[in-house]
Each structure stands twice: as C-alpha cells, then as structure tokens.
C-alpha cells in the first residue's frame, strides 16, 4: 500500500497550451474559429500549431482542465496534497508537462501511449476572448487498466474529481472512481467542462449522475444539459436547483451543485433545500484581464481546495472566485 495520502485525486486528459496573441483575428478567420469558444481538432486544423508555435512570444504551459484545477488545488494546499492522472505520448512535450507540474509540486502517474503524441491545445488570444483548438492525440489513450495498476494511490486519496472531457476518453475509468467514492463516502466531483459534452456524450454523462456529491459547470453548459435533456427549464437557477436533487447513490452526502455565471453571480443549490444561493463574483477592472483561458478551472480549483480544507460552502465559493479572479489577470490557466 502506498503511504503517501493525498487530498485529492484528479482524472482527465493532459494536454500542453499553446498561448499566442499574434495575428489572432487572422487565425480565427482562417480556421473559422469562435472567438471565446473549443474545437476538437480535425485534419483541417493540425497546421495551426506549428503557426502557433512560431510565435516567439507564445506561453507553453500545462493544460488540460482538470490538470488546471488540480495544479490550482495544489497552489493553495499543503505540498503533495494532490494527485492527478491521465495519458500522454513518449516525447519532449511530455517532459515538459512532467517539469511544469514538479515546479508547482503536482504529483503525476501518467500513462505512456508508445504511438500517439502528447496532447497540445491552440489557444488563439484576441482582446479577453480564447478561442481553443484541442486536438487530445495521447490523451484520449487513457485505459482503466493503468488506474487499476495504481489503485493504492486512489485508495489513499480522499477525495476525486473528474474533468467532464474525460467522458469522451475512457468512461470505465470515471466510473471505478464513482464506485468506490459511493462505498467509501468519498467526495465525487464531477465538471461539465463544456457543452457538447451535455449534447453528444449524454449517455456517460447520465451514468456518473448518481455519483455527483459536486457537479460544477457554467451557464451555457447548464442550459446545454437542459436542452439535451428535454428538460424545458431556461433560468439557471431552475437548472441548478434540478442538477443537485437528480437521484444519489451515496445517501450520507447531499449533492451540491454550482453554476457560475462569468461576471454575474454564481449559483448554488443544495439537494433537498429550497433556495438557490447566490454568491456576487469578486470585482475586477476589465483592464486588469489579461486572459480567460481556465476561468473555470480557476475556479474549480478554488472551491475544492475549500472543500478539502473543510471551509464553509460559502468560503469555497469565495476562493473559487478568488482564484478565478486571480488566474485571469495572467495569461494562460492559473
């Protein structure tokens, strides 16, 4: 058995950013890109990255959300308090994946894939807006085998929690840790990460549900869950309020689920209680935005360091907030 424990256990898919400002508008014309929105790669966009790269200004640094959130938990907790897994190729990207997280005292247990690269991320930066062109390469070659392979790791974990992109990836492994969570009344937290996973991947989305002790996402992710799910609910507090009293595995634990809302208030709803909590987001001058890129995470981040330091349901919200706020006065993810 393993003797090190840790706060937290995060799973998703590793991926290295890519963050250049140059000729952004260009490039979104290019590739007809989303000024503020996430592509999953195709052949017609893998040229942008070399285009990227040639910026000699462009930051190369960590990504992926939940290895965003779990390098944020990690910034606010006690050295090697948190874990993170997930899958990446055998090659110099991967290596600086490994250096980015040793400097923030993030401990790893990556898979290797032998054949496929190491997952990279174009963000293309105009004014506050990143538009991210993600193509997961290594990273949708996780195996639940490789987290079997370390279970004492997550048997000495308390807590876990799941990026909503890994739905794509390698659904068993999402849910052995959804399964022991309910049998050993570990937290399960669980982030939408985006809307199309409310959309086309559905179906896992629905399997986890019951695990949710946290589901956090945004706004446009709330209302694609209610879309997808033919709900006919438009007020995000409607929303929030039917996501924290879906149906639970785990009876010792109340479901919280969280819905933030950019510069407007973040939304809170506990499973059985009426009321819809409503938590104002901190302040900041717009001049001192310098980049969006892992708001959410940012602020995932936040909230479950909270979370694993005990706080109140009030106080994790205030440090999600703040770390967001933090996170986007700098480019790239906090």
């Not at 898979?111 to 991320?121: A, F, L, S």
């Not at 595995?249 to 950019?262: E, L, S, Y």
């Not at 987001?281 to 909270?306: L, W, Y």
Request: proline share 5%.
């Amino acid at each position: 058995m393993a003797s090190q424990q840790y706060q937290l256990l995060c799973l998703e898919n590793p991926i290295l950013d890519i963050i250049s400002k140059k000729d952004g508008r260009a490039l979104l014309d290019e590739y007809t890109l989303d000024p503020n929105g996430f592509t999953m790669a195709e052949d017609k966009h893998k040229s942008i990255y070399d285009k990227l790269l040639s910026d000699p200004n462009a930051v190369l640094t960590a990504g992926g959300a939940a290895q965003n959130t779990a390098r944020g938990v990690q910034y606010i907790l006690e050295p090697d308090s948190v874990v993170y897994f997930g899958c990446v190729g055998d090659d110099e990207y991967a290596e600086k994946l490994q250096e980015a997280n040793k400097k923030v005292g993030l401990k790893v247990f990556y898979r290797v894939d032998e054949k496929e690269p190491t997952g990279r991320c174009g963000v293309v930066v105009t004014d506050h807006n990143r538009s991210l062109v993600t193509d997961l390469a290594a990273a949708n070659c996780y195996k639940v085998e490789h987290l079997k392979e370390h279970w004492d790791v997550v048997e000495n974990s308390k807590a876990y929690f799941v990026g909503g992109y890994h739905l794509t990836v390698c659904v068993p492994a999402v849910m052995a840790l959804a399964e022991d969570a309910a049998k050993n009344n570990k937290p399960f937290a669980l982030s939408l990460n985006a809307p199309f996973i409310c959309q086309f991947f559905k179906d896992p989305l629905d399997q986890t549900a019951p695990y949710w002790d946290y589901i956090v996402g945004n706004e446009t992710e709330a209302v694609a869950y209610a879309e997808a799910h033919s709900l006919k609910l438009t007020a995000p507090q409607e929303i929030v309020k039917h996501l924290a009293n879906l149906p639970k595995k785990n009876a010792q634990r109340k479901r919280v689920a969280i819905i933030t809302q950019g510069t407007e208030p973040t939304l809170v709803a506990v499973q059985g209680e009426d009321e819809v909590k409503s938590y104002p987001v901190h302040p900041i001058d717009k001049n001192k935005i310098e980049d969006t890129t892992g708001a959410g995470d940012a602020f995932a981040a936040g909230f479950f360091a909270g979370v694993a330091k005990g706080e109140s349901l009030e106080k994790c919200v205030d440090m999600g907030q703040w770390l967001a706020a933090l996170g986007i006065q700098e480019q790239g993810p906090a």
